[in-house]
């Protein structure tokens, strides 16, 4: 169960709530008025609680449940203990997320400006904004209703939130325009500098960076992310994206709807990537490449080529990823071949 402490609680749901909001197919004999408490892992699960089963690996657990229902693909219900009520559904991990939403809703600020925060008396806060402690919000800036911004964040001149943002502790936003419904998590820093300059041996000569960050709609971005404004043009996150924490987008990237950039990816900049895209942990794309719509990026890829839509590469520098993983094989093979014996007296 949730910690209460940190996660508000919405009270037990009958067995019919449960079925309309996960979208699943109670069995005839289910009793629809059945109360549950909460949602829980498949080990931790009780009589009172929701569990669910998305990854085949762990069917074998299944026998040994305790939990009172389970969100569970039909062809495998059959294998849920007696006692236990398989909940039929499509998807189960989709259909725990709206149920765990549901049990824990995102809990809501107080609306109003926190008395040690600063608010510049030309900025335009929409109905139900909650400004938090010692967060600045500066000339001009447009906060659209319902939005949050947590305590010690800034929220530069000019800015522009869309409705229902929230803005995490301690994140910076300047020469930026964000999306309705965007959430931007604590530390993330939006609209600072691109890294632009002319090298030169008598010092380097910076080039103005004079574009804007231009967020989109239902984003997400992680927790000491970066994205830097554009330097000619605009740096563009699409709607649908999510960022994951501790990544850095360059100048005058444009990222596609629906991507998923995941922890610690580096954008170069002016790269750009269609919708869907998907770019696993570590990978680094080099500046000035365009990535196909659907294309996934395997975790600690180096890109230093444009990509096609709908291609998987993986390695470094990144090639398609069966070669990726046909080379991979080849190299095991050699050091089994050629590598030291285990009686070889020459290694330590």
């Known amino acids: 169960m949730a910690d209460r402490r940190f996660h508000p609680y919405a009270g037990a749901l009958s067995l019919a709530e449960i ?10 004999d289910a009793d629809p008025a059945r109360k549950f408490a909460g949602v829980r892992a498949l080990a931790e699960a009780g009589p009172d609680d929701v569990t669910f089963l998305d990854n085949r690996r762990y069917v074998r657990f299944l026998a040994d449940t305790k939990a009172g229902a389970c969100l569970i693909h039909p062809s495998l219900a059959d294998r849920l203990p007696g006692g236990c009520v398989a909940l039929g559904v499509r998807n189960a991990y989709r259909s725990y997320a709206k149920l765990a939403t549901a049990f824990h809703p995102v809990p809501s600020a107080p609306p109003g400006v926190h008395a040690s925060a600063f608010v510049d008396p030309s900025a335009k806060l929409g109905a139900g904004v909650s400004v938090g402690p010692m967060a600045v919000v500066l000339a001009g800036a447009v906060l659209g209703a319902g939005s949050r911004i947590g305590p010690n964040a800034t929220v530069g001149e000019n800015v522009e939130l869309g409705e229902n943002c929230s803005v995490g502790a301690g994140a910076s936003i300047s020469h930026a325009v ?6 931007i998590y604590p530390g993330a820093r939006i609209g600072q500098d691109g890294f632009g300059f002319v090298p030169d041996p008598a010092g380097h000569v910076k080039v103005p960076q004079l574009g804007i960050v231009r967020i989109g709609a239902d984003c997400e971005i992680g927790a000491n992310s970066c994205i830097d404004r554009g330097s000619a043009s605009d ?3 699409s709607d649908g994206t999510w960022i994951d924490n501790l990544v850095q987008i360059g100048h005058n990237v444009k990222l596609g709807r629906g991507c998923i950039i995941v922890a610690q990816v580096g954008i170069s900049g002016s790269t750009e990537l269609g919708a869907f895209v998907m770019a696993g942990g570590q990978a680094g ?9 659907g294309a996934k990026i395997s975790a600690q890829s180096g890109v230093h080529r444009d990509i096609g839509p709908g291609e998987a590469v993986g390695g470094s520098p990144a090639v398609p990823a069966r070669e990726y993983r046909r080379q991979h094989a080849i190299m095991r093979r050699m050091a089994q071949r050629d590598g ?3 009686d070889d007296e020459s290694q330590p």
């Open 285 to 293: 794309l080099a500046g000035h490449l365009k990535v196909g719509d």
């Open 340 to 342: 030291p014996k285990e």
């Open 178 to 183: 964000v999306g309705p419904r965007t959430s």
């Open 19 to 28: 079925s309309r909001i996960a979208e699943a197919q109670l069995p005839p």
């Open 235 to 237: 740096t563009v996150i």
